[in-house]
Antibody, heavy 120, light 110 residues
Framework: QVQLVESGGGLVKPGGSLTLSCAAS????????MSWIRQTPGRGLEWVAY????????YYADSVKGRFTISRDNAKNSVYLQMNNLRADDTAVYYC?????????????WGQGSLVTVSS | QSVLTQPPSVSGAPGQRVTISCRGS?????????VNWYRHLPGEAPKLLIF???RRPAGVPARFSGSKSDSSASLAITGLQAEDEGDYYC??????????FGEGTRVTVL
């Protein structure tokens, strides 16, 4: 069955960096577009970043553009989110999610999430 | 502030029908982008309930149905069950913002 397992979350000071990883299994990873989506306290779900199957196209939400980098390693069935210059409002549970159909912008499988807390 | 507007909460007795509205605009629904719906329970992964306005993924009960018209969409749950409690989010794309989510609606079974 499809599984997405995030790791790498934790407590980081404002201005710090963190890299999240998402290990995928149960499907042909290299054929799917992937995204990172976060849930911030009291503010619901927010799409963060998106990468196509080969990594040839990448998109970011304006709130993270220039600070976050999404990447993937199809040989390792993994997608990553490198987060730099973190701010308090980046505190959230970060989910990796698989896109249901190519360029459909909906997600049919999500991981359990990884908590990132930005605080001094 | 989200560009998709949902009511904060809806409630119903077991067996009843409830609907959750999601109001968009000309830059998302009005531009032809699909609406998708998810349920999110605390500590769990969000679950896709409806995609492409009104299509159900395999395994989602027929009690869940979606519709969209002009700049509004709705999710209906018939035969409400205790297990349906949770937070429900509509989601679409936008001409400028890529993917967007509604603020979420808490469904309570009385």
């Amino acid at each position: 069955q499809v599984q997405l397992v995030e790791s790498g979350g934790g407590l980081v000071k404002p201005g710090g960096s963190l890299t999240l990883s998402c290990a995928a299994s149960g499907f042909t990873f290299r054929e799917y577009y992937m995204s990172w989506i976060r849930q911030t306290p009291g503010r619901g779900l927010e799409w963060v970043a998106y990468i196509t199957s080969t990594g040839s196209s990448i998109y970011y939400a304006d709130s993270v553009k220039g600070r976050f980098t999404i990447s993937r390693d199809n040989a390792k069935n993994s997608v990553y989110l490198q987060m730099n210059n973190l701010r308090a409002d980046d505190t959230a549970v970060y989910y990796c999610a698989r896109e249901g159909d190519t360029s459909s912008w909906y997600w049919d499988y999500w991981g359990q999430g990884s908590l990132v807390t930005v605080s001094s | 502030q989200s560009v998709l507007t949902q009511p904060p909460s809806v409630s119903g007795a077991p067996g009843q029908r409830v609907t959750i509205s999601c109001r968009g605009s000309s830059s998302n629904f009005g531009a032809g982008y699909d609406v998708n719906w998810y349920r999110h329970l605390p500590g769990e992964a969000p679950k896709l309930l409806i995609f492409g306005d009104n299509r159900r993924p395999a395994g989602v009960p027929a009690r869940f149905s979606g519709s969209k018209s002009d700049s509004s969409a709705s999710l209906a749950i018939t035969g409400l069950q205790a297990e349906d409690e949770g937070d429900y989010y509509c989601q679409s794309s936008d001409t400028t913002l890529r993917a967007i989510f509604g603020e979420g609606t808490r469904v309570t079974v009385l």
